[in-house]
């Protein structure tokens, strides 16, 4: 593929040295060595790309930051790794229209951060929002804990500038929150993991920046407290804008290996509710709280500074690292729950023994299942682990994956799961707008 250093403003890479860690992202797959990495910074070789591999019979991988969970950035046989970290562009923001637009190559700290300047607000939160990129978020649909109240990144995105199947660029959508001229390409390609086309940048909506917010720890004495824990908050009218959860296996082993802080966490199980309604800092929003949590409030500890805050928040972000440090070889699910399943889901989980511990966003049911001695098993007695699981969370109306997406790590799993017509549906999808299989084939169908 010596045509690939004629691509202008286009990095090569193509020593192993330099493209072997392009072969996985966060997730336990591995792919082969790709056939090369470019790292283009304009439309031109964009074109060139792929047309050739229309021609050649090759596939683009797009990349971000590599921080996915599920596979879907890593190659496949035969593959060109689209690294688009050094793709151009300026994040700005339009305060009047209450929008901000950025390239892939971003990071989605700078995008928030860059709202923040202005006074304004970016909701989406993953974890590794510190890491990840702007275009990655996009492309997973990341979550994170204030998809429960604020929703996933589709619920913001306005208009999507991607590659597609012909070698241009096109932009979808508007920079306006109405927009209703037939179906939505922009929301089609948001979550789609590159297998429809390959997202360049976005505009995303914005709001005003939240001026209090109340952030609570809630030790509770035992876990059977823990599933009702959404639906008694809903009762009194009362949502969270995020509400996160450490099983009793989790803060175990945090208090015996974790740092000082995680040492200290109280609780059988622990939740960590948030809040940014206006006056929530004050008695007349923090009295009914308490009353409506009941015996559950009396060893609540209350935080309402940033370094208070950033305390708390600073354990439950941590506890994704600590466990992949102890256990290297553990496999995290992101499966979903609807939340009046959730007593249920807990009490049959424990019936499986799969040696598993659970943290995460529990006010929208998208729980982290780890299985920690996943890295004992060989791929097929993984799947056949992780199925139970899987066939528990689809019986119950829920989901494999909450905001992981599906990528290589879960395509099994979701063909055996999902329903046929809508494999078939998104597979004629792929079709129309790929017909020779450019963009990240091989990926979730």
Known sequence: MDWLDALPETRVLRDPAQTRDYTHDESHVRGPEPLAVVKPRCREALRTLVHRAGDEGFTLVPRGAGSGKAGGCVPTPGSVVVDLADWP????????????????????????????????????????????????SLATNAGGPNACKYGMTRRWVLAVEALMADGEVHRFGIDSVKQNTGP??????????GMFGMILGATVALLPRPRETLTLLLPLPDMAALPGLPAQLFAA??????????????????????????????????????????????????EPLLEALGTLAAQAELATTGAQREALWGVRRMTSVHLK?????????????????LPEFFTRLAALDARTVSYGHLGDGNLHINLLHAGELDAESLEAALDPLFMLCVELGGTLSGEHGIGLAKREAF????????????????QALDPKGVFNAGKVV
């Open 237 to 286: 009218g009362l949502l969270p804008s995020a509400l996160e959860f450490w099983d009793a296996a989790v803060l175990a082993d945090l208090r015996a290996h974790g740092p000082d802080e995680a040492r200290r966490l109280p609780g059988e199980a622990l939740a960590l509710l948030e809040f940014d309604d206006p006056g929530c800092t004050h008695a007349g929003f923090i």
């Open 89 to 136: 562009g300026p994040i700005a923001v339009n305060a009047a229209n209450l929008t901000l637009s950025a390239p892939a190559s971003a990071g989605l700290a700078a995008v928030k951060e860059r709202a923040e300047v202005a006074g304004l607000w970016y909701p989406p939160d993953p974890n590794s929002w510190r890491l990840c990129s702007f275009g990655g």
């Open 415 to 430: 063909l055996r799961h999902a329903d046929p017509f809508a494999i078939a549906a998104l597979r004629g999808i792929k």
């Open 184 to 193: 939505n390409l922009s929301q089609l390609l948001v979550g789609s993991e």
């Open 325 to 341: 440090q102890r256990f290297p070889g553990k496999v995290s699910e992101d499966v979903v729950v609807p939340r009046d399943r």
